[in-house]
């Protein structure tokens, strides 16, 4: 079945550091790919997404690029902030299916 | 909009109590999903609604759970009785999606539950 493997963290950076999440999946046809952030206390919320091939999603300066070639959708973001600490979650949505990866948390240190 | 709307926020029961979450979804969503989330297990799907009728119920745990949508907004999830390896945030999430197609899900805030 459809799956999505992220790298495990935790991940800690200094303020103004360039951030790196691999994301990559495994899925028959053509899944939309997002991904999604949780803060403490909270649900998760929509960061960003792409549905096709070659899609850049972007927001709030992270970004990612749907990768079919390498079936991958790694989230990037060139300076980090102490208010991006965060849990983050690659997810896929396939044929009546969503799934999340394990999640990986990231603490930025000022 | 609102969003999604969950109650309570927080619940806290003793073994053997029968537990009741419940979930309003986004008006005009179609789709509804319950999740689990731990330390130890991360975020686990429990069930997952698309026009009121169950689609995907492989993760719920035992009998001891259900979930129903008595109507198109609304969906209760029910542990009965509860035991303490059920202490957990449980998160619904609606979605609009069409035939075989999973939309942008949209989380509720999460119903922190613990089981003495």
């Known amino acids: 079945g459809d799956s999505v493997t992220q790298m495990e963290g935790p991940v800690t950076l200094s303020e103004e550091a360039f951030l790196t999440i691999n994301c990559t999946y495994t899925a028959t046809g053509y899944p939309s790919l997002f991904w999604y952030v949780q803060y403490p206390g909270e649900g998760l919320q929509l960061l960003l997404k792409?549905?096709?091939?070659?899609d850049k999603g972007s927001n709030k300066g992270f970004e990612a690029t749907y990768r079919k070639e390498t079936t991958s959708f790694h989230l990037e973001k060139g300076s980090v902030q102490v208010s991006d600490s965060a849990v983050y979650f690659c997810?896929?949505?396939?044929?009546?299916?969503?799934?999340f990866g394990a999640g990986t948390r990231l603490t930025v240190k000022p | 909009d609102a969003g999604v709307i969950q109650s309570p926020r927080h619940e806290v029961t003793e073994m053997g109590q029968e537990v009741t979450l419940r979930c309003k979804l986004i008006s005009g969503h179609n789709s509804l999903f319950w999740y689990r989330q731990t330390m130890m297990r991360g975020l686990e799907l429990l069930i997952y609604?698309?026009?009121?009728?169950?689609?995907?119920d492989s993760g719920m745990p035992e009998d001891r759970f259900s979930a129903k949508m008595p109507n198109a907004s609304f969906s209760t999830l029910k542990i009965q009785p509860s035991e303490p390896r059920d202490s957990a945030v449980y998160f619904c999430a609606s979605s609009l999606g069409g035939s075989g197609f999973v939309g942008e899900q949209f989380f509720g805030p999460g119903t922190r539950l613990t089981v003495l």
């Open positions: 609604f698309n026009n009121n009728v169950p689609i995907d």
């Open positions: 792409a549905t096709k091939a070659d």
């Open positions: 997810a896929l949505s396939g044929n009546n299916d969503m799934r």
